[in-house]
């Protein structure tokens, strides 16, 4: 079958670094993608990485291994506000796109 | 209106009604996806849609049926659903062929269904 495994729940304090990591199994793969939501909100796009490395943009990176089907989110300087749930997911061909389950980030003062 | 709008954002309907979900896009995308968002689980894509031409079916069963009229607009219509089909749907729009997969998400409507 087709899947994304990533972490249920990371904690970090403010001002730390976190890294949520995505590994993923799918009989096709494009890119790899992360979206944020906010509890009640909608998902919102953060980054794509479609070949190997280091994708930053702002205080957010993204990284992929395709040999290694891996992913990972870095997120620096946390803010109370990046509170929310992270999803990974894999553009897997044509339109179809495969979610994780979702990372639930606490960040406390 | 800004990006993409779905209505109601709410809904609670019996097992024998029968209700549309509405979603508008205004960011010129051609392509429209409808997911299923329920506690826990990932995300699960249902249908897509690109250039108001259905490319995506998940194995839905036939008690969702959606409906593209235009390449802003998207429905999903429900009829005798079931108790498991309680869960948010999200609505989502992107420029097919754009070197990089963003998908623009709307509010959701949280259905429960009784």
């Known amino acids: 079958g087709q899947s994304l495994e990533q972490p249920s729940e990371v904690t970090a304090v403010e001002g730390a670094i976190v890294q949520i990591n995505c590994t993923y199994q799918?009989?096709?793969?494009?890119?790899l993608s992360w979206y944020q939501q906010h509890d009640g909100g909608a998902p919102t796009f953060l980054s794509y990485?479609?070949?190997?490395g280091l994708e930053e943009t702002g205080r957010f990176s993204s990284f992929l291994s395709r040999s290694d089907s891996y992913g990972y989110l870095l997120l620096q300087e946390l803010q109370m506000k990046d509170s929310a749930s992270y999803f990974c997911a894999v553009r897997a061909g044509g339109f179809k796109t495969i979610f994780g389950a979702g990372t639930r980030l606490f960040v406390k003062a | 209106e800004t990006g993409v709008t779905q209505t109601p954002r709410h809904l609670v309907m019996g097992m024998t009604n029968k209700k549309s979900l509405k979603c508008e896009q205004h960011?010129?995308?051609?392509?429209m996806y409808w997911y299923k968002q329920s506690a826990k689980k990932p995300l699960e894509l249902m249908f897509v849609?690109?250039?108001?031409?259905?490319?995506e079916n998940n194995s839905v069963p036939s008690r969702f049926s959606p409906e593209c009229p235009n390449s802003s607009h998207l429905f999903l219509h429900l009829h005798t659903l079931q108790p498991e089909d309680s869960a948010l749907y999200l609505c989502?729009?992107?420029?097919?062929?754009?070197?990089?997969?963003?998908?623009?998400f709307g509010p959701g409507t949280r259905l429960t269904v009784l």
């Open positions: 989502a729009s992107s420029q097919s062929r754009g070197a990089i997969d963003e998908q623009f």
């Open positions: 990485n479609a070949l190997d």
């Open positions: 960011l010129g995308h051609n392509a």
């Open positions: 849609y690109s250039l108001e031409e259905r490319v």
């Open positions: 799918t009989s096709g793969f494009y890119g």
